[in-house]
T-cell receptor
Framework: EDQVTQSPEALRLQEGESSSLNCSYTVSGLRGLFWYRQDPGKGPEFLFTLYSAGEEKEKERLKATLTKKESFLHITAPKPEDSATYLCAVRRRDNFNKFYFGSGTKLNVKP | GAVVSQHPSRVICKSGTSVKIECRSLDFQATTMFWYRQFPKQSLMLMATSNEGSKATYEQGVEKDKFLINHASLTLSTLTVTSAHPEDSSFYIC???????????FGEGSRLTVL
């Protein structure tokens, strides 16, 4: 069965304290792993797409990496405005429409 | 990036009434839109795929007679929750594909509360 598991469920960091969020997946025929940011009461905001193991993408303080079994979202020197829930999702090669979402990691960055 | 607008953002209704939620792609044409449901502290669950000019494709376990989807134009899809009950209270989010492969743009979401 296809599964996406994110850890930790919640993460509290001090401003400037770097860390990583994990997304492990089991899916047959991966066709993309996606990271989104979701603020409370809002829809998810697209961050990155990764397609193959070894691929990395960066955007400001965020860097996403991908292996054959998991993805990491590294946050370098986070700021309070980085506080949000970070969701990852995977898509299968045989069904481009269906995204399997993890339950997210809620990040709280304290000043 | 592409903008997807959803309306209303919050709605409260009495049990037994029907509620319509609109999802619009503002600066691009979306032949396919998606409707998700999200419970607190849980992941987004795909309810259905809305196809312009044809019937929606529903995920297993989603009642198509309860959640009516209409995609009448390339920029508008609607979700109608019919005869709503308290257990239908949830956060409903629509999305549409962007220009880049795999990109999904989401609306702001609609919080439905059924009393």
């Amino acid at each position: 069965e296809d599964q996406v598991t994110q850890s930790p469920e919640a993460l509290r960091l001090q401003e400037g304290e770097s860390s990583s969020l994990n997304c492990s997946y089991t899916v047959s025929g991966l066709r993309g792993l996606f990271w989104y940011r979701q603020d409370p009461g809002k829809g998810p905001e697209f961050l990155f797409t990764l397609y193959s193991a070894g691929e990395e993408k960066e955007k400001e303080r965020l860097k996403a990496t991908l292996t054959k079994k998991e993805s990491f979202l590294h946050i370098t020197a986070p700021k309070p405005e980085d506080s949000a829930t970070y969701l990852c999702a995977v898509r299968r090669r045989d069904n481009f429409n269906k995204f399997y979402f993890g339950s997210g990691t809620k990040l709280n960055v304290k000043p | 990036g592409a903008v997807v607008s959803q309306h209303p953002s919050r709605v409260i209704c009495k049990s037994g009434t029907s509620v319509k939620i609109e999802c619009r792609s503002l600066d691009f044409q979306a032949t396919t839109m998606f409707w998700y449901r999200q419970f607190p502290k849980q992941s987004l669950m795909l309810m259905a795929t809305s196809n312009e000019g044809s019937k929606a494709t529903y995920e297993q376990g989603v009642e198509k007679d309860k959640f009516l989807i209409n995609h009448a134009s390339l920029t508008l899809s609607t979700l109608t929750v019919t005869s709503a009950h308290p257990e239908d209270s949830s956060f409903y989010i629509c999305s549409a594909r962007g220009g880049l492969p795999g990109e999904l743009f989401f609306g702001e979401g609609s919080r439905l509360t059924v009393l």
